[in-house]
């Protein structure tokens, strides 16, 4: 019906397929990252076993599958179904099929997912989470192959990706001095929270080229992020904008799933014909005959208000003097507030743990060996690896440590299974030095980093100049009894 064409966006089909795929994906690595993890950080005998939350999870009214019961098992089958659901959407299968079929593969995705995060506690707690639910639900309602892509939806999207770049530009001009005078990318690739195999390289850039880089973060989150709502080629070129801009961050970091997201949600701007033109080999037209059932069109329109009296709070919080981070403002985690990066750390601290078989722990130098970790920075000879957009949460947990305090929870609970050489907890390291015996004796030593210059590196192979601050937790052993005494 002529009167419904409003509804149909038939030059955003290749738009569609990137967010549906894509975003499936990303859902993919995730369930695979918290299958691979999840029992060792969270699980029955983990870290913080989620069995002692769940009380609390309760009194927050958090969904989750996981509210009168956690078991391993369960969450191990949540994974699987959750990837297999994943793989299925990569692949395009539930797009085949009626638009319901496709919405309803999403929302199971979301749906598991949140009940993943919703009691993964600090663990869990990073931006990239909820965000990554947010384009879950929405993407759902993007329809499936049998339908044009709807229009009301992509502009949501559209919206979404302008939350997440405008809300970090404004985090970053209202919040530390260095990205006002221009200094942030100084520090910034040294200081990350996980730098990846180029990151030494970008550190090493003149300053000048620094300045460039702040000069284009603000052009692309401040300005840019406007004309995703222009028409197009405008919208489609402020889309290859970010696009870019994310993808320099993906080669000079590892920010987990974070710039994928946006690199993908940015593609709900271009349009078939901008695609064409770039990559001559994407088709014009996808539905010369496709119609929207009405009973399509009411439930995306419910959905569509729906976000958009959730928007309202995120809205104010953009233009707030006490704008929030990273927060969401109902329990399903939709249409949240996003941001990063603030402030830039000027110096690197990193949390060394280091074991030995010594009886005394006052065991000489020598006879103290470091555990490696898989991502985060401890031999100065070793080049960073690239692991975005899989996602290293002790790694992570580990590089917040300096910044806040040692004396967390997980990481003496951390410190008591590698006492006990815990297979799973080992099992996220990268590297034991005692081969799986038990140490006498862990401690965990506080080191500033800073990147070798090119001079140093060609004079000692070292990537990494680190010095040593202090004992940031003195030596503890287990006592017979298998408690923990310094």
């Avoid at 913080?48 to 958090?62: E, I, K, S």
């Avoid at 989470?129 to 044009?148: C, H, K, Y």
């Avoid at 593609?267 to 990559?279: E, L, T, Y």
């Amino acid at each position: 019906m002529e009167w419904m064409s409003w509804f149909d966006a038939r030059d955003y089909e290749f738009a569609r397929q990137v967010l549906q795929r894509g975003t499936a994906a990303l859902y993919l690595i995730a369930f695979l990252s918290t299958l691979n993890q999840f029992p060792a950080l969270l699980g029955e005998r983990g870290l913080l076993p989620v069995p002692d939350f769940l009380d609390m999870a309760r009194r927050l009214g958090r969904p989750t599958l996981f509210r009168w019961r956690y078991s391993d098992a369960l969450l191990k089958a949540v994974c699987w179904a959750g990837i297999a659901t994943a793989t299925a959407l990569v692949f395009g299968l539930p797009q085949t099929g009626p638009p319901w079929l496709s919405m309803a593969a999403f929302l199971a995705l979301w749906f598991l997912y949140m009940s993943i995060v919703n009691v993964g506690q600090t663990f869990y707690g990073f931006g990239w989470e909820i965000l990554l639910l947010e384009a879950g639900f929405t993407v759902a309602f993007l329809g499936s192959d049998q339908t044009p892509p709807p229009t009301t939806i992509l502009i949501l999207i559209v919206w979404l990706v302008f939350r997440l770049e405008f809300g970090a530009g404004m985090i970053k001009v209202r919040g530390g001095r260095e990205w006002r005078d221009m200094t942030a990318m100084f520090y910034h690739h040294e200081t990350q929270p996980m730098p990846g195999p180029f990151s030494r390289q970008a550190h090493l850039l003149p300053r000048p080229l620094h300045k460039v880089e702040v000069a284009g973060n603000h052009f692309a989150q401040l300005v840019v992020p406007f004309f995703l709502f222009a028409p197009q080629p405008l919208a489609s070129i402020a889309a290859g904008i970010i696009i870019l801009t994310q993808l320099w961050l993906v080669s000079t970091g590892n920010f987990a799933w974070l710039n994928w997201v946006a690199i993908i949600l940015a593609f709900a701007a271009v349009s078939d014909p901008v695609a064409h033109a770039v990559f001559p080999f994407i088709p014009l037209e996808w539905h010369q005959g496709a119609e929207t059932p009405l009973w399509w069109l009411a439930v995306v329109v419910l959905v569509t208000i729906l976000l958009l009296v959730f928007s309202y709070r995120p809205l104010l919080n953009l233009f707030s003097s006490h704008q929030l981070m990273n927060a969401s403002f109902n329990r399903w985690r939709l249409v949240n507030a996003y941001g990063a990066f603030g402030t830039v750390t000027k110096q690197r601290i990193e949390i060394v743990v280091e074991g030995t078989l010594a009886e005394e722990a006052d065991a000489p130098e020598e006879h103290w060996l470091e555990y490696g970790f898989k991502g985060k920075p401890g031999d100065v000879r070793r080049l960073p690896r690239q692991w975005a957009p899989y996602h290293l949460r002790l790694d992570w947990l580990m590089w917040f440590l300096p910044l806040r305090t040692v004396h967390e929870d997980w990481f003496y609970a951390f410190l008591d299974k590698l006492l006990l050489a815990d297979p799973p907890t080992l099992g996220l390291l990268g590297n034991d030095p005692f081969d799986g015996e038990r140490p006498r004796w862990v401690r965990a030593r506080s080191y500033l980093y800073r990147f070798a210059s090119r001079a140093e590196f060609r004079e000692t192979g070292e990537r990494w100049v680190r010095v040593l601050l202090s004992d940031a937790i003195p030596p503890l052993s287990l006592s017979p009894r298998g408690r923990r005494v310094p």
